[in-house]
């Protein structure tokens, strides 16, 4: 749930709570494993990185928006779900999945996203089994 606070100096909006674990979510519990495994073996980063509540370095925040855009565009997940999963405002997301797709203009990077993009729901279905 989102919380707005009214004091003067603070953020105006703080992040979401955290990831809900429900039976709805036990697919999306998958993807966020199967994340891990594929944003940290391609990014050459620590998965815990992609969680941390601060944003990181350049590489790890860049890494965290195209986990955002998998979890959204191969996983299915909603904005608001993502976010969620993340700690993050749905308009986060948004802001993420636009900067990744604004990165695409490259071939090379298109290519990687597009073999990301394909691996990951076989990720995902491969760590249900085991």
Not at 44 to 69: C, H, K, T
Not at 76 to 96: I, K, P, Y
Request: charged share 25%; aromatic share 8%.
């Amino acid at each position: 749930m989102l919380q707005v606070s009214l004091t003067p100096n603070s953020k105006a909006r703080q992040r979401s709570a955290p990831f809900i674990d429900t039976e709805r979510s036990e697919r999306f519990r998958h993807a966020r494993l199967a994340i891990d495994v594929a944003i940290s073996s391609v990014f050459g980063i620590a998965p815990e990185a992609l969680w941390r509540n601060s944003r990181g370095v350049r590489d790890i925040a860049f890494a965290r928006q195209v986990a955002m855009y998998l979890a959204h565009v191969s996983c299915g997940m909603s904005l608001t779900e993502v976010g969620a999963m993340f700690g993050r405002d749905r308009t986060t997301v948004a802001h993420a999945c636009l900067k990744v797709e604004y990165r695409r203009d490259d071939p090379t990077f298109d290519r990687s996203l597009d073999l990301l993009g394909w691996a990951l729901p076989s990720l995902v279905t491969r760590s249900k089994t085991h």
